[in-house]
Structure formats: C-alpha cells, structure tokens
C-alpha cells in the first residue's frame, strides 16, 4: 500500500508564502513524477504543478513565478514553495504521485488527503 500525507497548509494573508510539504511511504520501488493539484469549492481540481523524477517541472500558467516544486533531500518528498499568494489561490491542495510498488508494476496515481490553503485580502 502506497499513501502520501501532505503538511503545511494554513491561513496567511495576500502577499504572503507558505511550504507545503508531501511524504510518499509504504511499498514504493520508484516513483516517476510527483505534483501538487489544487479544487477550489464549486470548481474541479486543477494541476498545479509537477515534476518528474530527472528534475524537469511544469507550472500552471496562474502560478509561474509565484511557486516553486522541489524534490526534498529525503527520498519520495517533495514540497511546493508558495509566494505572493493570492485570494483566488484558497483551495485544498492535494499532493500526488505515479508511483511503481515494484518493477513488475505499472505506475499508478496516488493522492494525499488534502491540505486547506487559505488566503485573506
């Protein structure tokens, strides 16, 4: 079994940074990318942004410049660096993983169970 926890979220106001931070545990041979997806109430969940176990990230268009993905120094973590947060960044961030249980594996999704992110005006 695979499970992701997330930490990190929180209240801040606009302006201001937070880390989220994601820890992959259980039977994992490897892990092939790793990424933060955001829901807002009322709308669907959205990528935010990933990155792939050779260092490449991806951001979404709201948040290039402002977030930064990372790989930690621990093995399966990784961490989204927020700053210059905005109202409209408020949702529950989920973290995710395609991760393998072994070789003889195909990679699947697996998700954390959600950190709420809120940003006042």
């Known amino acids: 079994q695979v499970q992701l926890v997330e930490s990190g979220g929180g209240l801040v106001q606009a302006g201001g940074s937070l880390r989220l931070s994601c820890a992959a545990s259980g039977t994992i041979f490897d892990i092939n990318a790793m990424g933060w997806y955001r829901q807002a109430p009322g709308k669907q969940r959205e990528l935010v942004a990933t990155v792939t176990s050779s260092g490449s990230a991806d951001y979404a268009d709201s948040v290039k410049g402002r977030f930064t993905i990372s790989r930690g120094n621990a093995k399966f973590t990784w961490y989204l660096q927020m700053s210059s947060l905005k109202p409209e960044d408020t949702a529950v961030y989920y973290c995710?993983?395609?991760?393998?249980?072994?070789?003889?594996?195909?990679?699947?999704?697996?998700w954390g169970q959600g950190t709420q992110v809120t940003v006042s005006s």
């Open positions: 995710n993983a395609a991760c393998r249980r072994t070789y003889l594996h195909k990679y699947e999704q697996y």
